[in-house]
């Protein structure tokens, strides 16, 4: 979803990618012509990763969602829109995790498999704090956006027709960072539920371009449905994170 998504957008050529290009030095007219060869990249690197995933793509996939994240803040973007985007590659990396595979140059392009059975307690507790942390992170810098009262977002808020903008924006960000924090502490599955709920609904908020916005962000999705998951594997999975 994410890199379907991703790559959408890349074809239809969004107009602010122009400026992660130029933090490599690459003009608009050049990102311009760049932008549906990504997107197909991405398109193509999603449909492999759905239909016969290899290791070296889920770990391209890591590489590439930390990249485009920085991109953000490298061109002038606040922080917080790096970590809003953590599922990006907190996904592969969680699969990676959930999947291993043999440490050879071989095995990298062998086909992820899940292990038969019950997860190791070693395997599941690292793939809790990989869930947990990415989770932590893109409500965190969701709802930091919301605190700095990030345009987009108040846009949103004004084509559902509220009025006080900024204390929607206040209330939304809270609600995220207590969630956030609630995941980093003590994780509760029927918070998790709530949370993966809420996100599913509140990225359906764009005015523009709100299926490709949504489907674009199936990793902050996947993670904490995964997350919701393994809550139910073993009691042992809700051993706080901050200490």
């Not at 002038?76 to 990676?96: V, Y």
């Not at 502490?185 to 709100?210: A, C, D, G, N, Q």
Request: aromatic share 12%; hydrophobic share 55%.
């Amino acid at each position: 979803m994410c890199l379907i998504g991703h790559g959408a957008f890349g074809i239809i050529t969004k107009a602010v990618w122009c400026n992660y290009f130029a933090v490599v030095g690459i003009d608009q007219e050049t990102a311009y012509q760049l932008m549906p060869v990504v997107g197909m990249f991405d398109i193509i690197m999603g449909i492999v990763i759905l239909v016969y995933p290899i290791r070296a793509v889920a770990l391209w996939l890591v590489f590439w969602g930390i990249l485009t994240a920085a991109m953000r803040p490298l061109s002038g973007e606040p922080f917080a829109e790096l970590l809003e985007r953590a599922g990006n590659f907190g996904a592969p990396l969680a699969l990676l995790i959930l999947c291993p595979g043999e440490k050879s140059l071989k095995g990298w392009f062998k086909k992820l498999e899940a292990p038969l059975g019950t997860l190791s307690p070693k395997t599941l507790k690292i793939l809790m704090i990989c869930l947990r942390t990415t989770a932590f992170l893109l409500l965190a810098g969701h709802g930091w956006l919301n605190l700095i009262e990030k345009k987009g977002l108040l846009a949103q808020y004004t084509s559902l027709g509220f009025h006080n903008l900024q204390t929607v924006a206040y209330v939304f960000g809270a609600i995220e960072l207590i969630g956030a924090f609630s995941i980093a502490i003590k994780p509760v599955r029927s918070v998790v539920l709530f949370l993966l709920i809420w996100k599913m609904e509140t990225e359906l908020f764009y005015p523009h371009w709100e299926i490709v916005e949504w489907v674009e962000r199936g990793g902050s999705y996947g993670v904490i449905l995964a997350l919701w998951l393994s809550l139910g594997i073993n009691k042992h999975a809700t051993v706080p994170l901050l200490k």
